[in-house]
T-cell receptor, first 116, second 117 residues
Framework: KQEVTQIPAALSVPEGENLVLNCSFT??????LQWFRQDPGKGLTSLLL?????REQTSGRLNASLDKSSGRSTLYIAASQPGDSATYLC???????????????FGKGITLSVRP | DAMVIQNPRYQVTQFGKPVTLSCSQT?????MYWYQQKSSQAPKLLFH???????NEADTPDNFQSRRPNTSFCFLDIRSPGLGDAAMYLC????????????????FGSGTRLTVV
């Protein structure tokens, strides 16, 4: 059974700091990994999707890396801003059972607060 | 813009009174999902439709049902809501079960926050 862990649960940094959010997963046989952002009381916004064959993806100030063999991913946020304050969730798509079915498993997320 | 829309944003229902949450999408994605998310918890998959095929998670209570009358719409029915069913319900879509790009990947609606009184 796939398990996704995100530690710490919360993080507070001053504005302008570069930061790294960590994600680990127990089963390395994944199809892809996706990072989402969730604002309080809102749905999830997809940030980056990394296929299992890829090592990283970049979008603006965000860079996500994937080390499938070690079961780890990181989300790097450059020059953090107060508007980056949100919960960041990591999710992996992995096979379920012996057939073609697969499932997206989420971590609990890291709540980021960027102080002005 | 193509999107996933959930209605209503906030729903208050009485204990034991059936309630239906709705989700619509303009992305023409063939897979639609319903997730339950409780406070500070990871979203938990309840079930999904792959085209018209319904796929229930093993631990989803019988109290939860779903309907997908066409590609664009999907409904979550809670037959007899209990206090423990109060949560954010998230609808998501994807093109295929293993999307290869962010565009085909999981697109979530804004969610419906359900309160049971």
């Amino acid at each position: 059974k796939q398990e996704v862990t995100q530690i710490p649960a919360a993080l507070s940094v001053p504005e302008g700091e570069n930061l790294v959010l960590n994600c680990s997963f127990t089963d390395s046989a994944i199809y892809n990994l996706q990072w989402f952002r969730q604002d309080p009381g809102k749905g999830l916004t997809s940030l980056l999707l990394i296929q299992s064959s890829q090592r990283e993806q970049t979008s603006g100030r965000l860079n996500a890396s994937l080390d499938k063999s070690s079961g780890r991913s990181t989300l790097y946020i450059a020059a953090s801003q107060p508007g980056d304050s949100a919960t960041y969730l990591c999710a992996v798509r992995s096979r379920v059972g012996g057939g073609a079915n697969s499932k997206l498993t989420f971590g609990k997320g890291i709540t980021l607060s960027v102080r002005p | 813009d193509a999107m996933v829309i959930q209605n209503p944003r906030y729903q208050v229902t009485q204990f034991g009174k059936p309630v239906t949450l709705s989700c619509s999408q303009t992305l023409n994605h063939n897979v639609m999902y319903w997730y339950q998310q409780k406070s500070s918890q990871a979203p938990k998959l309840l079930f999904h439709y792959y085209d018209k095929d319904f796929n229930n998670e093993a631990d989803t209570p019988d109290n939860f049902q779903s309907r997908r009358p066409n590609t664009s719409f999907c409904f979550l029915d809670i037959r007899s809501p209990g206090l423990g069913d109060a949560a954010m319900y998230l609808c998501a879509t994807s093109r295929g079960r293993t999307p290869r790009t962010a565009t085909d990947g999981y697109t979530f609606g804004s969610g419906t926050r359900l309160t049971v009184v």
